[in-house]
């Protein structure tokens, strides 16, 4: 679907959200992390956080799976839930899930996911751009720079970032292509751009709420 003026939505799309991009792009946490200037714990702790932000998103994709629009955007191979507890159980221990403190950022985020994202396909389509476009865009050259930082070898730790079957370029160029050809009028391309800026918030508001915790105490 193309606009009056001549741009296609998904273009519009990320037009519109540069600042919000940007803005969780250079949080303070964010960049220490990847400076490795935070205890390993600072990076399970992450970790830990996505967890229930995927769960959320993977379950409204199997709800949505047969939906004419939202249907389209689901894909195996982006599942990110089962590499989040395999990196965790490597950075935790077996018992990772009773060691996870909890997070009010990452439960509100999921709480977001489910209100929106299980009956709109905008909502969902929303939370699965930024989730999922980012981690084929910026999120690999934070794997890559957590690899390094805290010397994570092998993906282990690290799965979460990669993807195995398939090649970023080519699937973001043709995930666009679902975006523009999707029958979302000018009101529902509205409604799915505030939701996008909503996404990108509230992830920020997990790395403020991590940026708050005294690593020094917790290294």
Same mark, same amino acid.
Request: glycine share 8%.
């Given at each position: 679907?193309?606009?009056?003026?001549?741009?296609?939505?998904?273009?519009?799309?990320?037009?519109?959200?540069?600042?919000?991009?940007?803005?969780?792009?250079?949080?303070?946490?964010?960049?220490?992390?990847?400076?490795?200037? $935070?205890?390993?714990?600072?990076? %399970?702790?992450?970790?830990? *956080?996505?967890?229930?932000?995927? +769960? @959320?998103?993977?379950? &409204? =994709?199997?709800?949505?799976?047969?939906?004419?629009?939202?249907?389209?955007?689901?894909?195996?191979?982006?599942?990110?839930?089962?590499?989040?507890?395999?990196? $965790?159980?490597?950075?935790?221990? %077996?018992?990772?899930?009773? *060691?996870?403190?909890?997070?009010? +950022? @990452?439960?509100?985020? &999921? =709480?977001?996911?489910?209100?929106?994202?299980?009956?709109?396909?905008?909502?969902?389509?929303?939370?699965?751009?930024?989730?999922?476009?980012?981690?084929?865009?910026?999120?690999?050259?934070?794997?890559?720079?957590?690899?390094?930082?805290?010397?994570?070898?092998?993906?282990?730790?690290?799965?979460?970032?990669?993807?195995?079957?398939?090649?970023?370029?080519?699937?973001?160029?043709?995930?666009?292509?679902?975006i523009d050809e999707a029958p979302f009028d000018a009101e529902e391309q509205r409604r799915i751009i505030g939701?996008?800026?909503?996404?990108?918030?509230?992830?920020?508001?997990?790395?403020?709420?991590?940026?708050?915790?005294?690593?020094?105490?917790?290294?």
């Amino acid at each position: 679907m193309t606009r009056p003026s001549g741009e296609t939505f998904s273009t519009v799309l990320r037009q519109a959200s540069v600042q919000d991009h940007a803005d969780a792009e250079t949080n303070g946490y964010m960049s220490d992390l990847m400076d490795g200037n $935070l205890p390993l714990s600072a990076y %399970a702790a992450l970790t830990a *956080r996505l967890h229930p932000v995927y +769960a @959320a998103l993977e379950e &409204a =994709a199997e709800a949505m799976r047969d939906h004419p629009v939202a249907g389209r955007f689901v894909f195996a191979e982006l599942v990110r839930k089962p590499a989040l507890e395999a990196d $965790l159980a490597e950075l935790l221990g %077996a018992g990772w899930a009773e *060691r996870v403190e909890e997070s009010p +950022a @990452a439960q509100v985020y &999921a =709480a977001r996911i489910r209100e929106v994202a299980f009956t709109w396909s905008g909502g969902f389509l929303a939370h699965h751009y930024v989730r999922y476009m980012g981690d084929l865009s910026g999120g690999q050259i934070i794997g890559r720079m957590v690899e390094r930082a805290y010397d994570l070898k092998d993906g282990k730790g690290t799965s979460f970032y990669r993807f195995a079957d398939l090649k970023a370029k080519p699937f973001k160029d043709a995930y666009r292509v679902l975006i523009d050809e999707a029958p979302f009028d000018a009101e529902e391309q509205r409604r799915i751009i505030g939701e996008v800026k909503l996404a990108y918030r509230l992830n920020t508001a997990i790395f403020d709420e991590l940026g708050a915790v005294d690593w020094s105490a917790a290294a």
